[in-house]
């Protein structure tokens, strides 16, 4: 019989045969003390291993629980936007010492003073200025009201029962019931008619429920089907996070206020 | 800790602007070319940061905690991390998205903090083994076959080296059980 070290390394190492992996299996699954032995040693290959994670997965375990609790406190969301400041106030500063010491910046400078007399003159001719503060959270809600790839419609009487289904997810969608809705979605497939359209409806509701990842995962997935659908709300998700940098890489962000987001 | 390390990592959890632009100033660019270098881009390195940046802060907030380098190379670790793990989770999402759906953004983080934690506690307790344990450890780790081992560290046979990384395993294993943390963490 094989030693436990050897054993357990051979199927961390994935070389065990079919009967072995089978038997090891089984006695994980009846011996704590044996599963806990293999859960240490494959966390410590992940985590010191460099090329691989350990990657933890009980949420309900106390810790787990503790943390996020605290992540989810009003303080720590003030840490988050004041984390978020410091970082444009960063980017700022970048680019003004960039800028600085560019030796065609400093022809700009003189050049800048000569326009300098030019813009106070043209201001007696405006009566009112352009601000250079744009609220993109507006311009980001107009962008999302206008549904795009969600104008599926099921005409009464309709015998397609994903069709049906899609809209009874739609509906609750927009009733803000987002679990449900990916629930009752869950059933379908890539082979399933409509599909699209139900990569849509999961994508969104997992981003209204906040898990950002698996919502731009799904888009990456309707990409296949919709690139252009995709690609849309990939920049609002970007945008709703204030990510301008990943917003711009799928859709044209509006540099003054009556400009609409547009699709790149 | 050093006096110094320990006032920095206590003002940065207060969570001033004017501190962590400081901090940004200092430590962004060296992030930003690791993770550019690593297949990511800019955006990527300033999400990585910020993520890392709260990732400290919380943890600070929650138990004191001592580092025993500078807090530049700590934080720097923490955002190394923080990088493998995201290239890791893309990996899994391809293969198990359905198993990462009920993952929500605030699970995540909480996860990203318990395993920097595990992190810590095993490659705290490696650097406690013998230079040459340590070494064999780190190439077994790094999976890298016991033939080459046996080569670069001038064994007789794959076998002593395997009874070899099976006695220095051990006392890892045994280091890391004795810790209180363990017990905290081993079922996460």
């Known amino acids: ?264 | 800790m050093t006096s110094t390390q320990n006032d920095f990592l206590s003002t940065l959890s207060k969570g001033k602007e004017e501190d962590i632009l400081v901090f940004y100033q200092k430590v962004f660019p060296k992030v930003s070319r690791f993770i550019v270098s690593n297949n990511g881009r800019v955006s990527d390195a300033e999400d990585i940061f910020q993520k890392a940046l709260l990732q400290v802060i919380v943890r600070y907030r929650k138990e004191p905690f001592a580092i025993k380098t500078s807090f530049e190379n700590y934080f720097f670790t923490v955002c190394r991390n923080l990088w493998r793990r995201e290239l890791n989770s893309s990996k899994l999402k391809t293969h198990h998205l359905d198993t990462l759906e009920n993952i929500s953004d605030v699970e995540d983080s909480a996860f990203a903090i318990v395993e920097q934690e595990r992190y810590e506690l095993f490659s705290e307790k490696l650097a406690l083994l013998s230079e040459n344990c340590g070494n064999l450890l780190s190439l077994f780790f790094k999976r890298t076959p016991y033939v080459t081992i046996m080569q670069k560290m001038g064994y007789n046979s794959e076998n002593v080296v395997r009874q070899r990384i099976f006695k220095c395993k051990k006392r890892l294993i045994e280091l890391i059980k004795k810790d209180h943390r363990y017990d905290d963490l081993k079922d996460i």
């Open chain 1, 1 to 264: 019989m094989m030693e436990d070290n050897i054993l357990i390394e051979q199927y961390l190492k994935g070389t065990l045969t079919d009967a072995q992996k089978t038997a090891f299996l089984k006695r994980l699954e009846s011996n704590a003390v044996f599963k806990a032995q293999v859960q240490l040693e494959e966390q410590m290959l992940a985590a010191l291993g460099e090329t691989h994670w350990s990657f933890a997965n009980n949420t309900s375990h106390a810790r787990v629980e503790a943390y996020k609790q605290l992540l989810e406190s009003e303080e720590t969301q003030l840490v988050k936007s004041t984390i978020a400041n410091a970082h444009e106030a960063y980017k700022i500063s970048q680019e003004n010492k960039s800028k600085a010491t560019n030796p065609i910046f400093k022809l700009r400078i003189v050049a800048s003073i000569a326009a300098i007399f030019m813009i106070l003159i043209s201001i007696f001719w405006f009566f009112s200025t352009d601000t250079n503060t744009i609220d993109y959270k507006a311009i980001a809600t107009k962008a999302w009201k206008k549904d795009v790839g969600l104008d599926f419609t099921v005409r009464n009487g309709t015998v397609d029962s994903t069709k049906v289904n899609l809209a009874k997810a739609l509906q609750l969608y927009k009733n803000k019931e987002y679990s449900q809705a990916i629930a009752s979605l869950q059933k379908y497939s890539n082979t399933s008619s409509h599909y699209k359209d139900i990569l849509v409806v999961r994508a969104l509701s997992y981003h209204k429920l906040q898990k950002t990842s698996v919502a731009l995962q799904t888009l990456d997935s309707l990409r296949a089907y919709t690139p252009r659908i995709s690609q849309w709300y990939k920049g609002l998700i970007y945008l709703e996070k204030n990510k301008l940098e990943k917003a711009a890489l799928y859709i044209h962000i509006p540099t003054k206020e009556n400009q609409e987001i547009k699709l790149k």
